[in-house]
């Protein structure tokens, strides 16, 4: 994850312009906010922007409402791509591997469970969390039922706050059951759902897409040093600072510098992908000697009071949890 995360700005300014349709008076100021002439939006700017359709808005369920108003072209390419897949478990491959092309920070990852593939939504920003993760998975299940015919429907959708209006406005409004107070933000999808065909499949467009959406996500790691960083961390936990440094090509000491003039550090950026890592193999039935040697731990201590140390709470406490 960057450490100066970035949305792009036709996404922002279709943010704001459904606010505005919603009725959603904004301050001048709060549009001031996105630069025409700049291609992405810094994460700030949108925190504002959310604050203040929060601020100007009555209604406990605006992001949700906001969400449903997003379409695919206010995606960019990768949402062009998302629509040229030939079917929707193609698209949710495809979203999560391009999605920082739309938002930097947050990601979506996905785990099997009995019932079919969970899609999850992991939030990088704290302002207005729970408006946005409504928008966010709203605008998710708009668009699959879109792009696929109406023909989808998620057998439900989970949220990790408590409910926010009255349950039957949620399931008015998305068409679905949802549940609350849940451990993440995820939708389930059938493995029938992940077979439905795409109205608008197109090979062709979607090749010529991807080679467009490569060249933008190289962008994006080329403007940041964290990002890099990260992924190394995450393809080689067990390299430390001085390894991955070597990999970058510059020294520890001037990998230190660049990384703290984009607020961030190496350890920070450690704990946090290292963490990520953990909660995803501590979902399976994996050992946790194992994960602890996978995740570069001299042993399965070392990995457990690590994880306590980020969680709060012990590997095994959080297996019983979930």
Not at 6 to 29: C, E, H, K, N, Y
Not at 113 to 125: H, Q, S
Not at 251 to 267: D, I, M
Not at 293 to 319: I, T, V
Request: net charge negative; glycine share 6%.
């Amino acid at each position: 994850m960057s450490s100066n995360p970035t949305i792009t700005l036709r996404f922002s300014q279709a943010v704001v312009q459904a606010a505005q349709r919603l009725g959603v008076a904004l301050p001048d100021t709060a549009l001031g906010k996105l630069d025409p002439g700049q291609d992405r939006v810094p994460l700030a700017a949108q925190d504002a922007i959310w604050q203040n359709i929060c601020a100007a808005s009555h209604d406990p369920l605006i992001g949700l409402r906001l969400g449903l108003e997003i379409q695919v072209g206010h995606l960019d390419s990768a949402g062009l791509m998302l629509m040229s897949c030939d079917t929707l478990g193609d698209a949710v491959d495809t979203l999560l591997e391009y999605f920082p092309i739309i938002s930097e920070g947050s990601h979506f990852d996905t785990r099997l469970e009995r019932g079919g593939l969970r899609l999850r939504y992991v939030p990088g920003y704290n302002t207005a969390l729970e408006v946005r993760a409504e928008a966010v998975l709203g605008c998710l299940v708009h668009l699959s039922r879109w792009i696929t015919g109406e023909r989808f429907n998620p057998a439900s959708v989970q949220l990790r706050h408590a409910q926010r209006d009255n349950a039957s406005r949620y399931a008015s409004l998305l068409g679905c059951p949802v549940q609350f107070d849940c451990e993440d933000y995820s939708l389930l999808l059938s493995d029938a759902d992940l077979s439905i065909p795409l109205i608008q499949a197109n090979a062709a467009m979607r090749e010529h897409l991807r080679k467009v959406a490569d060249e933008m996500l190289a962008s994006l790691t080329e403007q940041s040093l964290a990002a890099q960083v990260e992924a190394l961390i995450r393809a080689h936990p067990h390299w430390g600072k001085e390894r991955v440094a070597e990999q970058l090509g510059i020294s520890g000491r001037h990998l230190n510098r660049r990384l703290a003039n984009e607020a961030s550090s190496f350890k920070l950026l450690r704990d946090a992908a290292l963490y990520q890592m953990a909660e995803q193999r501590l979902r399976t039935d994996q050992r946790l000697a194992d994960i602890a040697e996978a995740l570069g731990f001299s042993d399965e201590s070392a990995f457990a009071k690590a994880f306590r140390r980020w969680a709060g709470e012990s590997p095994a406490r959080f297996r019983e949890r979930i």
